[in-house]
């Protein structure tokens, strides 16, 4: 049988910049900035990364004891649109079925497959700086950067227990959100990734 390595990501964008902003000296505002004014706006730029990537498989291996049957869906894991609360197939009761120990079936359910993946939400990284001359030889960099700057969040895989089990709602949590609903095939609220994160930072350049 051969199946997906848990890491793999269809597609992996990842596209970052530095851009000189065109304020201050020799810029389109302000151009001939010189003295106190110049020290203020003179020599800004900004920097970023943005990252978007195919979520990673999800593994399956929690069900691999099971046939998979459903007409209702086509024989399709996948719901026909994915939601927090039914990221895998999980309308119809019975769909799997336990294949009896010390029996020969084909395996209709890999433990990795591409098309069932964890969700994922594009990443920006953003940073603005700017250099100061404070004498021949010596200069001060200021930067200020946010990590995850939309502050998207990037939630887990669903749940693949007992792919049986009925989902059932979760007192105070609106629903459609993710942790609203527990059981096979629903996404939990717990974070997978950081929230936004900002940072100040001097460097001394001589």
């Known amino acids: 049988v051969y199946a997906l390595e848990g890491n793999d990501r269809t597609f992996d964008l990842a ?21 106190l004014l110049g020290m203020l706006i003179n020599n ?11 979520g990673t498989p999800i593994n399956l291996g929690n069900i691999q004891g099971f046939t998979f049957n459903c007409a209702q869906n086509n024989n399709n894991l996948l719901p026909a649109h ?39 939400a594009p990443q920006l990284a953003l940073g603005i700086g700017k250099q100061f001359a404070v004498r021949e030889g010596l200069n001060v960099q200021f930067k200020a950067e946010a990590f995850n700057l939309t502050n998207t969040p990037i939630f887990g895989g669903p749940s693949t227990g007992n792919p049986n089990q009925p989902i059932s709602p979760v ?36």
Not at 88 to 99: A, K, M, Q, V
Not at 181 to 194: A, E, L, V
């Open 171 to 206: 007192t105070g949590v609106i629903a459609g959100q993710p942790g609203s609903f527990t059981g096979y095939g629903t996404i939990g609220s717990t974070q997978q990734n950081f929230p936004r994160q900002m940072q100040l930072s001097l460097k001394i350049l001589f």
């Open 15 to 35: 596209f970052s910049g530095v851009w000189g902003l065109p304020i201050g000296k020799g810029g389109l505002v302000a151009g001939n900035a010189s003295g």
């Open 82 to 120: 994915q939601t927090f609360t039914e990221w895998l197939y999980n309308e119809t009761s019975g769909c799997f079925t336990p294949i009896p120990t010390r029996s020969w079936q084909p395996l209709t359910i890999v433990p990795r497959a591409g098309a069932i993946r964890a969700p994922y």
């Open 44 to 54: 800004w730029n900004t920097e970023w990364i943005l990252t978007a990537d195919s």
